[in-house]
């Protein structure tokens, strides 16, 4: 599969090469048309820069801002049923359930969405992209802000999307990169809230990693803080609007964990709440444990 020019250029590569010179596009833009099953390009000449996308576009220009949220995460789920990466990612998490993949709508941010949208200096691409830039997507530089990530959308209790958390997958990261990012702005919306109507008792976790490892152990009724200070107004309303009375807070036994249980063990009670603490061995967290157990 590879190709020489005998002509003037005398150049050749491979078929990745070929795309790249004929359609005018980067390496990762090659890649993602040779798997649409692009079409061989018969003659022609060489093309510097594409200015027209040749990949369908996983948005709709029109869509409302739910909706258009929807289809991103539409869009990354495809992407991590489709990638041995994040699939391994998720098993070395002990996460293995299709079934837990396909409720939560995990997905996988694999720096793919940009090449599908229309270029920013075409208005539709300007507008569509502005938005998406807007929702938090899409950073002023145009990548994806959860690029690399595993990513857990976070729902309403309507079933809308309102956030997303990404957990960078890539190895060999530059020193400093943070592994956890979330849409900007305030956190919105409760993890797993449509299975709370369902118990009494909750399992409170720390981390979104661990609450889907207590979900994939059987345990259905867990949601998750946004970290050991991201318990919000908007949990305490969930807990409320749903009849929860007892709270079993699993967050990470280490300093910082233990000290924000204790803390909010006591605003729990306050509010009427009966509360207790899971506790791990010393400094581990509950994906740790199961993990090693």
């Known amino acids: 599969n590879l190709w020489h020019c005998l002509g003037a250029c005398r150049t050749g ?4 090469d070929w795309v790249m010179r004929a359609e005018g596009v980067s390496f990762r833009h090659a890649v993602e048309l040779l798997r649409a099953d692009l079409p061989a ?3 022609g000449a060489v093309v510097k820069r594409s200015t027209v996308r040749r990949l369908p576009a996983p948005v709709t220009p029109d869509a409302e801002d739910q909706k258009l949220l929807g289809q991103v ?16 990612y998720l098993e070395s998490r002990g996460l293995v359930s299709p079934e837990m993949v396909d409720h939560f709508k995990l997905g996988l941010a694999n720096r793919t969405l940009g090449l599908r949208l229309p270029l920013k200096n075409r208005d539709a691409g300007a507008a569509l992209r502005g938005r998406l830039q807007k929702l938090g997507v899409l950073r ?14 976070i729902h309403d209790a309507e079933g809308n999307v309102v956030g997303m958390y990404g957990r960078k997958v890539t190895p060999n990261l530059r020193p400093g990169t943070s592994l956890h990012l979330y849409l900007p702005g305030p956190h919105r919306g409760v993890f797993n809230e449509a299975e709370l109507v369902r118990h009494k008792t909750v399992i409170l976790c720390e981390a979104l990693i661990d609450a889907l490892t207590f979900w994939c152990a059987g345990f259905r009724n867990v949601t998750s803080s946004y970290g050991v200070e991201g318990f919000t107004p908007h949990h305490l309303e969930a807990l409320k609007r749903n009849g929860i009375d007892r709270v079993l807070i699993a967050y990470d ?3 910082a964990g233990e000290k924000a249980a204790e803390a909010l063990g006591a605003r729990l009670a306050a ?3 009966d509360c207790y603490r899971v506790q791990f061995p010393r400094g581990m967290d509950a994906n740790e444990y199961a993990l090693k157990v």
């Open 73 to 88: 995460v539409d869009y990354y789920h495809q992407q991590l049923k489709e990638s041995p990466e994040g699939l391994r």
């Open 41 to 43: 390009a018969e003659g």
């Open 140 to 153: 002023e530089s145009g990548h994806e802000h959860l690029a690399g990530s595993l990513v857990i959308p």
């Open 271 to 273: 509010e009427g709440l």
């Open 253 to 255: 036994r280490d300093d």
């Open 13 to 16: 590569g491979s078929a990745i």
